[in-house]
């Protein structure tokens, strides 16, 4: 793995597992020093431990993107440590779903403020730390749900569709200062988060977990779903020099479950 990101200082928020997980250790592995922050203690320690094994330095940070507060000590622990933020990975995000006249209000609140005010919450703390910098890139994680959307999904689309618009916006804002902001949207990936939804999707409709992810991977023009690695190497480029000139995008990786 060649060193595009060496001595570049990367802060992925919720990478604890899944595609923040990958995320990190993808820098790490590229010559990042990489920032963990999630929620959970033990799986972002493990996180962390897993990038410092390519010889940078990483550290993991409990944070709660829902506080303000805490996302603003980890920034602070970070620019204290490093004195600076090459990329931020906003990563961290929940999926809940269910009938459109059955959201409660409660479920509704959290999921806004884990994957739409934490993740803008994010991009305002790393802001004016690249713009003093004149340089960075923030990568957004969408969904296919912030493109498109199915039944039962209404609130977990309306935040990934808000992150699309945070981004678009975002980019307009900061291109000025030389700091690119992107959205992935990633498809169906296999992580721990859409094990848990297919086993709750596919009782709602008579199957198996399996049977469900099967379904999805055969919506894919690729007959197969994204790996977290997959995930994180598109994050990569578009933190890296060849995408210096992309921004305001929402990159669609997906199999080509669009095509259909």
Same mark, same amino acid.
């Given at each position: 793995?060649?060193?595009?990101?060496? %001595?570049?200082? #990367?802060?992925?928020? *919720?990478?604890? !597992? /899944?595609?923040?997980?990958?995320?990190?250790?993808?820098?790490?592995? @590229?010559?990042?020093?990489?920032?963990?922050?999630?929620?959970?203690?033990?799986?972002?320690?493990?996180?962390?431990?897993?990038?410092?094994?390519?010889?940078?330095?990483?550290?993991?940070?409990?944070?709660?993107?829902?506080?303000?507060?805490?996302?603003?000590?980890?920034?602070?622990?970070?620019?204290?440590?490093?004195?600076?933020? %090459?990329?931020? #990975?906003?990563?961290? *995000?929940?999926? !809940? /779903?269910?009938?459109?006249?059955?959201?409660?209000?409660?479920?509704? @609140?959290?999921?806004?403020?884990?994957?739409?005010?934490?993740?803008?919450?994010?991009?305002?703390?790393?802001?004016?730390?690249?713009?003093?910098?004149?340089?960075?890139?923030?990568?957004?994680?969408?969904?296919?749900?912030?493109?498109?959307?199915?039944?039962?999904?209404?609130?977990?689309?309306?935040?990934?569709?808000?992150?699309?618009?945070?981004?678009?916006?975002?980019?307009?804002?900061?291109?000025?200062?030389?700091?690119?902001?992107?959205?992935?949207?990633?498809g169906n990936t296999l992580t721990a988060m859409v094990q848990k939804v297919a086993i709750e999707i596919g009782e709602s409709l008579g199957m198996t977990g399996e049977q469900w992810l099967e379904m999805r991977a055969n919506d894919t023009a690729l007959k197969r779903l994204a790996s977290p690695h997959?995930?994180?190497?598109?994050?990569?480029?578009?933190?890296?020099?060849?995408?210096?000139?992309?921004?305001?995008?929402?990159?669609?990786?997906?199999?080509?479950?669009?095509?259909?």
């Amino acid at each position: 793995m060649t060193a595009r990101f060496e %001595d570049q200082v #990367v802060v992925v928020t *919720g990478a604890a !597992t /899944g595609i923040g997980d990958a995320t990190a250790i993808r820098f790490a592995s @590229e010559g990042a020093r990489v920032a963990c922050l999630d929620i959970d203690p033990a799986e972002n320690g493990s996180t962390a431990a897993a990038a410092a094994a390519y010889g940078v330095d990483a550290f993991a940070l409990t944070c709660d993107v829902r506080s303000r507060s805490d996302q603003e000590a980890a920034f602070k622990a970070v620019i204290e440590r490093w004195g600076r933020i %090459d990329v931020l #990975v906003a990563s961290a *995000g929940i999926y !809940t /779903g269910g009938p459109l006249h059955q959201i409660p209000t409660d479920r509704w @609140e959290n999921i806004l403020a884990v994957n739409l005010t934490g993740l803008l919450t994010s991009n305002m703390l790393a802001a004016p730390v690249m713009i003093e910098q004149g340089r960075g890139a923030i990568v957004n994680i969408s969904s296919m749900a912030g493109k498109t959307s199915w039944p039962n999904s209404a609130e977990y689309s309306a935040t990934k569709s808000g992150v699309i618009g945070i981004t678009r916006s975002a980019a307009m804002e900061l291109g000025p200062s030389g700091i690119t902001v992107n959205a992935v949207c990633p498809g169906n990936t296999l992580t721990a988060m859409v094990q848990k939804v297919a086993i709750e999707i596919g009782e709602s409709l008579g199957m198996t977990g399996e049977q469900w992810l099967e379904m999805r991977a055969n919506d894919t023009a690729l007959k197969r779903l994204a790996s977290p690695h997959e995930i994180a190497g598109v994050i990569a480029f578009l933190a890296s020099e060849d995408a210096r000139y992309l921004t305001g995008q929402a990159i669609e990786v997906d199999g080509g479950i669009i095509l259909s």
